[in-house]
């Protein structure tokens, strides 16, 4: 379970008999404190990437985008592939299962 903010605007692709699969980054923020003896600790920002199918990826492309908060729940997925270079390179993903948005929907006085 992540609340956070969408990193980048949503990138929608179409595959198998048009199922829809969308990925963006997202950052979760660790607000920063001071300790008990004054030393400062700052934020600390973690970015993710995330991935939504069907019909959760035809409501992210319709009404998400980049800065938006969401609340998202899914499951780890890692991933190994090579790279141009032919290096072995390693990613996490999160497979969201649910998705809540949380930023306030935009009006004629707050557009986006």
């Known amino acids: 379970m992540l609340i956070g903010n969408v990193g980048t605007d949503p990138e929608v ?3 198998d008999q048009g199922v829809a699969v969308a990925r963006f980054r997202f950052a979760t923020t660790e607000k920063g404190y ?5 030393t ?16 959760l990826a035809e409501i992210v492309e319709r009404y998400v985008h980049k ?8 499951r780890l ?6 790279d141009k ?14 998705m ?4 306030p929907k935009p009006t004629a006085d707050n557009p986006r």
């Open 13 to 15: 692709r179409y595959v």
């Open 85 to 98: 270079k032919g290096q072995r390179q390693y990613a996490t993903e999160i497979w969201a299962d649910n």
């Open 40 to 55: 400062q600790v700052p934020d600390h920002t973690d970015w993710h990437n995330i991935i939504l199918w069907r019909r």
């Open 67 to 74: 800065g938006d908060k969401l609340y998202i729940e899914g």
């Open 100 to 103: 809540e948005m949380l930023s």
């Open 77 to 82: 997925r890692y991933t190994a592939y090579d």
């Open 34 to 38: 001071t300790l008990q003896n004054g």
